[in-house]
T-cell receptor, first 111, second 113 residues
């Protein structure tokens, strides 16, 4: 079953704008991760946030985690055309080795 | 450094034919290994994962099976492919631990005709 659900499903913005994607999940977790997928390619790990962390930054990426609401958000600041891709959140249900992925957000950044 | 190899990149197979997709990892020992399937424009569905040689956990009952004959080799198989087996198959590995990321292969685009 799907653990995570991202919204929006699709997002189209202008270059230079910020992009925010949200992820909700169902069970308790050890950590939550965000991945990026360019069309027809494998996934690339972007950032991992532990369950005891609330916010994490990496370059133009900012991730927040609210375990009480079982939700996370990914913010990409000053977006570029090269950021066009699908973005997925993944969670590891506590006590398992499984990564469960959400349905993804397709981001399109217009030059 | 660790690398993951997945092949072939694309595959077109007739209905009823067998399937064998291979994934190997280099530069690490005793990795956790995963097979995912992605339908067009959709999220990733976990098919199988393995925490050790010969240890396979199946997530979804289906026409596929997985095997791990060696520590760093993970094989996805089918005896008879169905049209519904078409999709993008991704292999991934991770190390065991409380915080870990998964590293993905480049995927295999399977089209069953």
């Amino acid at each position: 079953s799907q653990q995570g659900e991202e919204d929006p499903q699709a997002l189209s913005i202008q270059e230079g704008e910020n992009a925010t994607m949200n992820c909700s999940y169902k069970t308790s977790i050890n950590n939550l991760q965000w991945y990026r997928q360019n069309s027809g390619r494998g996934l690339v790990h972007l950032i991992l946030i532990r369950s005891n962390e609330r916010e994490k930054h990496s370059g133009r990426l900012r991730v927040t985690l609210d375990t009480s609401k079982k939700s996370s958000s990914l913010l990409i600041t000053a977006s570029r055309a090269a950021d066009t891709a699908s973005y997925f959140c993944a969670t590891d249900a506590s006590g398992t080795y499984k990564y469960i992925f959400g349905t993804g957000t397709r981001l399109k950044v217009l030059a | 450094s660790q690398t993951i190899h997945q092949w072939p990149a694309t595959l077109v197979q007739p209905v009823g034919s067998p399937l064998s997709l291979e994934c190997t990892v280099e530069g690490t020992s005793n990795p956790n290994l995963y097979w995912y399937r992605q339908a067009a424009g959709r999220g990733l569905q976990l098919l199988f994962y393995s925490v050790g040689i010969g240890q396979i956990s199946s997530e979804v009952p289906q026409n596929l099976s997985a095997s791990r004959p060696q520590d760093r080799q993970f094989i996805l198989s089918s005896k008879k492919l169905l049209l519904s087996d078409s999709g993008f198959y991704l292999c991934a590995w991770s190390v065991t631990g409380p915080t870990f990321e998964a590293f993905f292969g480049q995927g295999t685009r399977l089209t069953v005709v």
